[in-house]
């Protein structure tokens, strides 16, 4: 059974850092895509960032390319999102995703769409005051 669990969201001021991080279980890992996605109220789910797990190939959002990094740790399961400069508009619930297989664009870009992922965590809420 997949499970995955964010932590590391709460209030942060404008200009400030936070990370997330996403514990998973149960994901064959080797075969996976893991990413961020976030939910402002009113508004549909967009992706943030996505990862291949056995890889380095990465996916940004084009307008949060430079203010925030995905990484992950193997040994410990774990995806972090590493949010710097943090503006009111991020203001959002964070949800961590996971899917099977990896999906390229013409441009050979890894393709983080909502839709394509499986499982989802509970989300969590990251607040930016300005």
């Known amino acids: 059974q997949v499970q995955l669990m964010e932590s590391g969201g709460g209030l942060a001021q404008a200009g400030g850092s936070l990370r997330l991080s996403c514990t998973a279980s149960?994901?064959?890992?080797?075969?996976?895509?893991m990413g961020w996605f976030r939910q402002a109220p009113g508004k549909e789910r967009e992706a943030v960032s996505c990862?291949?797990?056995?890889?380095?190939?990465?996916y940004y959002a084009d307008s949060l390319k430079d203010r925030f990094n995905v990484s992950r740790d193997e040994a410990k399961n774990t995806l972090y999102l590493q949010m710097n400069d943090l503006k009111p508009e991020d203001t959002a619930m964070y949800y961590c995703?996971?899917?099977?297989?990896?999906?390229?664009?013409?441009?050979?870009?890894?393709?983080?769409?909502?839709?394509?992922?499986?499982?989802w965590g509970r989300g969590i809420q990251v607040s930016v005051s300005s």
């Open positions: 995703a996971a899917r099977y297989g990896s999906e390229y664009d013409r441009g050979n870009r890894l393709i983080c769409a909502r839709g394509k992922f499986e499982f």
């Open positions: 149960g994901v064959a890992f080797y075969n996976s895509v």
């Open positions: 990862i291949r797990w056995s890889e380095t190939d990465a």
